[in-house]
């Protein structure tokens, strides 16, 4: 059964960084695009961050270009989402989610086939 498992989240101030992680089991991680979204109070979920198969590419959503870098990681068998700067406004569930589509990626939900549970992101003072 495929299964994917986001981890990193917490409470961190204004300015601060955060490292997302998202795990896979039961599918190659490799074989497959990665994208991240979040869904912040009150709001539609929305797509911060996309990764390709290798070679890869990436795209990030206007409001954190800049700020979050998404890679994959050969050694914790993962793809991380590198979060700086954080804002208020970044406050959301942030969820992985694994597309078995090639070519560009895109943060486009009805692209991905199977999602993670969340893992909470609150940025206060």
């Known amino acids: 059964q495929s299964q994917l498992v986001e981890s990193g989240g917490g409470l961190v101030q204004p300015g601060g960084s955060l490292r997302l992680s998202c795990a896979v089991s039961g599918f190659n991680l490799d074989h497959y695009a990665i994208g991240w979204f979040r869904q912040g109070p009150g709001k539609e979920r929305e797509g911060v961050s996309c990764i390709t198969r290798r070679p890869t590419t990436t795209n990030y959503a206007d409001s954190v270009k800049g700020r979050f870098t998404i890679y994959r990681d050969d050694v914790e068998d993962a793809v991380h989402l590198q979060m700086t700067n954080l804002k208020p406004e970044d406050t959301a569930v942030y969820y992985c989610?694994?597309?078995?589509?090639?070519?560009?990626?895109?943060?486009?939900?009805?692209?991905?086939?199977?999602w993670g549970q969340g893992t909470q992101v609150t940025v206060s003072s």
């Open positions: 989610a694994a597309s078995i589509r090639s070519g560009p990626c895109s943060t486009t939900e009805w692209h991905y086939d199977d």
